[in-house]
């Protein structure tokens, strides 16, 4: 039965389109039909996994929904079971399908035919869904994990790392300085775009693993780092980089004038700012954005100053798009040289003109000052989002003199002490969330004597699976549906962008090509002459077809067929010989 008795899409859509072969009668190349090829079935690594920052099996998730029909799973099991799976690796889902950049999209292979699937906002309506219907996060089969973890940080990095232990059965303890969990997901991300109740409700399920929290706790002020390592066999440094920097010009120091984390932060605990008329914000990253958005939605004008151009802005696309159409001014190839006061009020910032020279290290035009271009812009406050960096305030004994923790492999830094998270350098949540699973996972493998697996982290290639768009049927690409700018700026608080209805949600998920992976089209099956291919008694999502080559006729027609290119030639029977 269906849990969306009014929303619910017919058919399990991943069938063949127009184009479609749809009857064992196809019309073969000329080519095949004389070439020695021998299938192999072979499950490839599709480019959403390989893109995911997090490790996550995209595919995975979403085959359970697209393929429910088939899988004889309900809406409602489908939905759960694709729900495990996203947790598994992140238990942040509906915060994740809110603010991940989505890298897994780029490369859908969907992309070129009408549109890369959906994925993030699939993934925010499962972790709606979730939230709405209460569900748990799943416990790990747990041996006798009695030892004792601390982590310091209660951002994505360490709430990954003691989501990851306490279902695996240890007693974890997080230490956090503020008087909230969520680290830059609730103190930097504003709250339209992150509501404090969606990434609140998910961290609570986290914590009823039996995670203690204390909140108001400063590793280094309030508990030593001694304290700490005494108390706990592992310790997890996930402190971020929530330190500001500064701009470094004349004028700067003085009220009216905010780094953009602190000007955030005080935003998203309420405090009212007095920003005046004319904001100018330094920077082009995500901290910049946010920042320009939030102040713009107290009615201020706001200049956006970058010293390059789009192209090098680091900030999330959609975010620049977003500030522009809410009246974000962005003045590219700018850069500030001095805050100009009069008794000690902000009046304007003098600004100069750049041009891009040759490149840096991080491969990008480093910006040159053009001489004599300086003027001045009016300006009543100031917000210097330019960069983070760690606060080691009292941590003195956890660092190597360097800014940045420089941990080995899956965060180890010896003697029992991991890290993740930003405070490895500056990165994306899905990122932190990732860093803190693998540490967790190889902090279990090395407590209990198990051999470390490899885990994916996104950074890996996909195995290029080549599937045949013209097989699908079109089906035009549903996203997250946009509140007007008026809206927007008459209600501050009110998220942009709001979650995909149910009706869009198994539609968006039948667009999936599941690319490397079978999803029981029957092709193969169909088109077998040697009837090679036997449906299995028990299917699951990438298997449905048993494959025996014993009366294989090597014509290459179910390689050749194979919509989503799970079906491989058997590397060296392929020739080139004509069959007599
Ligand atoms: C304004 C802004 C917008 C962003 N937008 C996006 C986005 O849209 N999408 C995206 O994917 N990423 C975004 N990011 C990046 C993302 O928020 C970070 O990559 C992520 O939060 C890093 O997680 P973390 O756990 O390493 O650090 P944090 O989230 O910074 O958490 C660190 C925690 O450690 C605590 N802590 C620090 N020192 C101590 C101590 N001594 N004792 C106890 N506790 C301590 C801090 O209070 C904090 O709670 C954004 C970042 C910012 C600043």
Redesign the pocket.
């Known amino acids: 039965m269906s849990v969306y008795n009014d929303e619910r899409v017919p058919e399990d859509a991943m069938h063949p389109g127009p184009e479609g072969h749809i009857s064992g009668m196809g019309v073969l190349p000329t080519a095949l039909k004389q070439a020695l090829v021998q299938p192999e079935q072979l499950r490839k690594t599709p480019p959403c996994n390989a893109g995911c920052a997090g490790g996550g099996d995209v595919r995975g998730w979403i085959s359970l929904v697209a393929q429910r029909r088939k899988l004889g799973l309900s809406d409602a099991s489908a939905c759960t079971q694709a729900w495990n799976v996203i947790t598994e690796v992140n238990p942040f889902p509906a915060t994740?399908g809110r603010?991940?950049?989505h890298p897994c999209e780029d490369g859908c292979n969907r992309g070129d035919k009408d549109g890369a699937v959906s994925i993030n906002a699939l993934e925010r309506f499962l972790g709606d869904w979730a939230l709405q219907r209460g569900l748990k996060l799943a416990v790990a089969e747990r041996g006798n994990c009695s030892e004792s973890v601390g982590v310091?940080?209660?951002?994505?990095?360490?709430?990954s790392f003691a989501y990851q232990m306490a279902r695996r059965g240890y007693r974890v303890t997080i230490?956090?300085?503020?008087e909230r969990?969520?680290?830059?997901?609730y103190?930097?991300?504003p709250e339209y775009?992150l509501p404090g109740t969606v990434l609140a409700a998910e961290i609570e399920r986290i914590l009823a693993l039996g995670v203690e929290l204390r909140l108001n706790?400063?590793?280094?002020?309030d508990v030593t780092v001694q304290q700490l390592r005494d108390m706990h066999q592992v310790v997890f440094i996930?402190?971020?980089?929530?330190a500001g920097l500064k701009l470094g010009i004349p004028g700067e120091d003085g009220a009216g004038v905010w780094t953009?984390?602190e000007f955030?932060s005080q935003l998203n605990r309420g405090s009212k700012l007095e920003l005046g008329a004319n904001v100018v914000v330094v920077g082009g990253g995500?901290?910049a954005m946010?920042?320009a958005r939030a102040a713009r939605r107290t009615g201020a004008r706001v200049s956006m100053l970058y010293r390059r151009t789009r192209i090098e802005m680091p900030a999330?696309e959609t975010?620049i798009d977003d500030a522009l159409e809410e009246g974000v001014d962005i003045a590219y190839l700018t850069a500030p040289v001095a805050i100009l006061r009069e008794g000690g009020i902000v009046r304007s910032v003098r600004v100069q003109r750049m041009e891009l020279g040759e490149a840096d290290r991080s491969g990008r035009r480093k910006p040159v000052p053009v001489i004599g271009s300086e003027q001045d812009i009016p300006a009543s406050a100031v917000i210097a989002a330019v960069s983070?960096e760690p606060?080691w305030?009292?941590?003195g004994e956890l660092r190597d003199g360097k800014i940045w923790i420089h941990a080995g492999s899956n965060g180890a830094l010896g003697d029992g002490v991991w890290a993740?998270?930003?405070?490895l350098g500056?990165?994306?949540?899905?990122?932190?969330i990732s860093q803190g699973r693998k540490a967790a996972e190889a902090v279990h493998a090395k407590l209990r004597g198990l051999p470390t697996q490899s885990i994916s982290d996104g950074t890996g290639a996909a195995d290029e699976p080549t599937p045949k768009p013209e097989y699908y049927a079109a089906i035009p690409r549903s996203s997250s549906p946009y509140r007007d700018v008026s809206s927007r700026l008459a209600n501050p608080d009110l998220e942009v962008q709001q979650t995909i209805n149910a009706r869009a949600f198994f539609e968006e998920v039948s667009r999936c090509f599941s690319c490397g992976s079978c999803f029981g089209c029957e092709q193969c099956y169909m088109y077998c002459n040697g009837g090679g291919f036997s449906k299995l008694q028990e299917v699951a999502p990438g298997r449905y077809f048993s494959l025996s080559l014993d009366t294989c006729e090597s014509c290459g027609k179910c390689v050749e067929l194979c919509p989503c290119g799970y079906l491989s030639a058997r590397p060296g029977l392929r020739s080139n010989e004509a069959r007599t």
Request: some cysteine.
């Open positions: 994740l603010i991940c950049p310091i940080g209660a951002g994505p990095a360490g709430l230490y956090e300085k503020q969990p969520g680290g830059m997901l103190f930097g991300i775009r706790t400063a590793i280094g002020r996930g402190i971020g980089a929530g953009g984390t955030l995500n901290t946010d920042a999330i975010e983070q606060d305030e009292g941590l993740g998270g930003d405070a500056l990165g994306i949540a899905g990122l932190a």
